[in-house]
């Protein structure tokens, strides 16, 4: 079902008894863009610096679609019947809220190819705002109900004030119905306010006026319409609640975000990670500025959990074989091209794998948009993918049911309906890509990778070319080593790179201090991975940088107190334990050893 500005609010009510119903719902954006043209994803990140890449784009690029499928279950059908809605979304522009948002273009491009309707996106989109801004609009209403007196003190004030009040006083007393005051600025029409105000309250029985604010020629003028006290007020509180249902009106789908958080259904998302934090920036409040608070936010609005399908299919290898793509896990379960893996799956984990059939899935009446042959050309439409995200979730949850069950239990033919128990242990946890750290953990505690064998070389030549180096080092240390360029780090003197070391036959501090030296990097210091991460969450990178980036390299920093010069002093190759000849760089070994992977799927 396609919502837009037009249906949006005789839509509410369903919208909110589909939350009320479903045994979980599935969400998807689209979105204008994804990455800033600063942020790059490297192997080594730690979850604060994923968080901070995608909590740019969230802040800075904007929603087109949003995509919500409730999944309910049918206990005389026995089967889910899902309802799916698809919202064009676009930040309108209001009093006090004008958004600005980026645009990349192979987003939009891409959006275009998928026959997306921008005219429609921009014409008819639901309304937004995040809640935050909603809400201090809301109370800035209010408080202007009870306005700071204003101290009149110039001259000129004073002759203002009193021609108007000899204005108002002659308007009375006449026949005109209306009155128009001058043009004035800001501070000049809140002076206006108050002074009217007070006439107002004046007992003159049954004559009395409310006040219109009016768009005149050159500017906002103030018009006063007589009236009898009553309607006065009556007419105040109509113009008070028009305002009021204009910020809720401004707010637009914020409503339905609020339906998701109230109604405290579990939440399912696939690579969920960039759909969070558009949400929350756009539906909720400004992104905090840490990974731990950001945690605390998403629980507050999805209090029952939520659930990364691409995470739940990455644990289960012997299935998806490394393609997780929503596309492929859904046309794998549903539509059969991974039938033999998923009874090959299941015949490896139960005596009885007939038993555990994926349940019955098929749409709600009126809700059969994406039904039939050609549902698939709906693909990157929010609604359809957050629709195909409920159905892969439903049938991972079958096939996690069938891995932790005991021998010899059956699924019940009258009671299909997948329990969640099964993934509980999964909760909250996202999708990490291109990383060591397994996943992201917005419940519980964050995994830690092992990173002994990574090291901060500080101190570098500015100029330094970071894939050179890191074949130079490979060739005299006789071991692979992969080199992560700190750009944020760089300075007129020095740059900085992280040294990736292999597991297995892990060099001492000495040697990769030597093979510096023969890279041409005399200055270089190096500092353990505990201490650079460590400075990092403390907020001291800098001070522990600072000596370090200086010419010269006379100062030490982390565990290792040894300059490098003295090892390229000894004349002893650190290396191989022999003299080094004049001029003469030591033997590198002739077998590179490849890195073993420090991650290691949960």
């Avoid at 990364?308 to 997780?324: C, N």
Wanted: aromatic fraction near 10%.
């Amino acid at each position: 079902m396609d919502i837009t500005r037009a249906n949006f609010q005789d839509s509410l009510p369903i919208i909110q008894q589909a939350l009320q119903d479903c045994h979980f719902f599935a969400l998807d954006c689209e979105m204008t863009g994804l990455d800033l043209q600063d942020t790059k994803q490297e192997y080594l990140d730690e979850i604060e610096d994923r968080y901070h890449q995608t909590a740019k784009g969230g802040s800075q690029f904007s929603l087109t679609q949003f995509g919500l499928s409730a999944f309910v279950w049918s206990e005389t059908e026995h089967k889910y019947r899902p309802r799916t809605f698809n919202f064009y979304v676009f930040p309108r522009p209001t009093k006090g809220y004008d958004r600005r948002f980026l645009s990349q273009a192979g987003s939009l491009e891409f959006l275009a190819g998928q026959g997306f309707d921008f005219n429609k996106w921009i014409y008819h989109g639901v309304p937004f705002m995040p809640a935050e801004w909603r809400d201090k609009q809301l109370r800035s209403l209010n408080k202007a109900q009870d306005r700071r007196e204003i101290t009149i003190q110039r001259a000129d004030d004073k002759v203002f004030v009193k021609s108007m009040q000899d204005q108002v006083a002659n308007w009375i007393q006449s026949q005109e119905q209306t009155l128009l005051l001058e043009p004035s600025n800001a501070y000049r029409r809140a002076i206006q306010y108050q002074q009217l105000e007070k006439l107002q309250k004046a007992d003159r029985g049954n004559q009395g006026f409310y006040v219109q604010r009016v768009s005149g020629l050159v500017g906002a003028q103030l018009q006063l319409v007589k009236a009898t006290p009553e309607e006065a007020k009556q007419h105040e509180e109509e113009e008070r609640q028009a305002r009021l249902q204009a910020i809720h009106d401004a707010a637009g789908f914020t409503a339905v975000f609020e339906m998701m958080r109230d109604c405290n259904k579990p939440a399912v998302g696939h690579n969920l990670s960039f759909d969070l934090t558009f949400c929350l920036s756009s539906f909720a409040q400004s992104l905090p500025p840490s990974w731990p608070a950001y945690k605390q936010l998403v629980q507050q609005w999805f209090p029952a959990g939520v659930w990364d399908t691409k995470h739940l299919a990455r644990q289960l290898q012997a299935v998806f074989e490394g393609d997780t793509s929503l596309g492929h896990v859904y046309q794998g379960l549903v539509e059969g091209g991974l039938d033999q893996a998923v009874a090959e799956f299941l015949a490896d984990q139960t005596n009885e794998p007939g038993k555990w059939a994926f349940p019955d899935i098929s749409h709600a009446d009126g809700y059969e948009a994406y039904q039939g042959p050609e549902a698939s050309s709906h693909a990157h439409e929010a609604g359809y993918d957050a629709y195909m995200t409920g159905v892969a979730f439903a049938c991972l949850v079958r096939l996690y049911e069938a891995a932790g069950s005991k021998p010899g239990q059956t699924q019940s033919k009258t009671s299909q309906q997948p329990s969640l128990e099964a993934v509980q242990h999964l909760i909250g946890r996202l999708n990490i890509g291109r990383c060591d750290i397994p996943y992201g953990a917005l419940w519980g505690e964050d995994p830690q990778p092992d990173r002994s064998h990574v090291m901060l070389a500080a101190g570098l030549q500015p100029d330094t070319c970071f894939k050179p180096l890191g074949e130079q080092l490979s060739k005299h240390l006789g071991v692979r080593v992969r080199v992560t360029p700190l750009w944020q780090l760089a300075t007129s003197q020095s740059s900085s790179a992280l040294l990736e070391l292999p597991v297995e036959d892990l060099p001492d501090s000495a040697r990769l201090a030597a093979a510096l030296v023969i890279c041409r990097q005399p200055h270089a210091q190096l500092v353990t991975w505990a201490d650079y991460s460590s400075a990092k969450r403390d907020g001291t990178l800098q001070t522990l940088l600072q000596p370090l980036q200086q010419t010269g390299g006379a100062s030490q920093a982390g565990a290792l107190k040894r300059p490098i010069e003295a090892v390229a002093n000894s004349g002893v190759s650190a290396l191989t334990g022999q003299a080094i000849p004049a001029g003469q760089a030591p033997p590198a070994k002739k077998k590179l050893k490849s890195m073993v992977p420090s991650c290691r799927m949960m």
